[in-house]
């Protein structure tokens, strides 16, 4: 499975690369390769009254693109910018389930934001557990109530942090049969 990592507005390259070797460790047959050029941080989608950005319009613009490029077979798109759901005040990422999209805000995710010291490992984690998150899906993947699997809501980021970087043994299973059959459909 070929998997592009894209920036929506400015995200530091570095943050990129790291989630593609994430990626690479955690998902089997994957390859993750960072698109150079970034899509823009699309301005319709920001709410002026709640100061964030809706996650569904540009999960939107993403798909769009993703279906203009094909080159790949999912897009995880990142965002250093606040975030919503319709339902939520707040997410951390979204994806269409199943689809070929998925979209994860790091703004959430420093641990200065909640007004800690800068942790680099802390915050690469975090990246890490929700862009595989996001990723499970996309390839159907629905939360799973074992608070330790990767696919475990986050209400907070005290469950971001609690729950593992790995799949549980069920989501795992669920996971490799959908990245097997990427390949065999048309």
């Not at 690469?124 to 608070?147: D, N, Q, W």
């Not at 669920?174 to 990245?179: E, F, H, L, R, V």
Request: glycine letters at 6%; proline letters at 4%.
């Amino acid at each position: 499975m070929k998997v592009g990592i894209v920036a929506v507005g400015h995200v530091a390259p570095e943050v990129l690369s790291r989630i593609a070797v994430g990626l690479e460790r955690i998902l089997p047959d994957t390859l993750a390769t960072v698109i150079d050029a970034p899509l823009d941080l699309p301005v319709s989608a920001f709410d002026r009254r709640r100061n964030q950005y809706s996650s569904k319009q540009i999960l939107d613009k993403i798909l769009k693109y993703q279906e203009r490029k094909g080159l790949v077979d999912r897009v995880l798109a990142v965002i250093d910018a606040d975030i919503y759901s319709s339902e939520l005040a707040y997410v951390f990422g979204e994806a269409f389930t199943p689809g070929k999209v998925a979209l994860v805000s790091l703004w959430r995710l420093k641990p200065e934001f909640y007004g800690a010291d800068d942790d680099l490992s802390l915050y690469a984690l975090r990246v890490l557990k929700e862009s595989i998150h996001e990723m499970g899906h996309t390839f159907g993947l629905e939360h799973c109530p074992r608070s330790f699997c990767v696919m475990f809501f986050s209400n907070s980021i005290f469950d971001t942090d609690k729950k593992q970087s790995l799949f549980c043994d069920q989501c795992s299973l669920q996971a490799s049969i959908a990245i097997t059959n990427i390949g065999n459909v048309p």
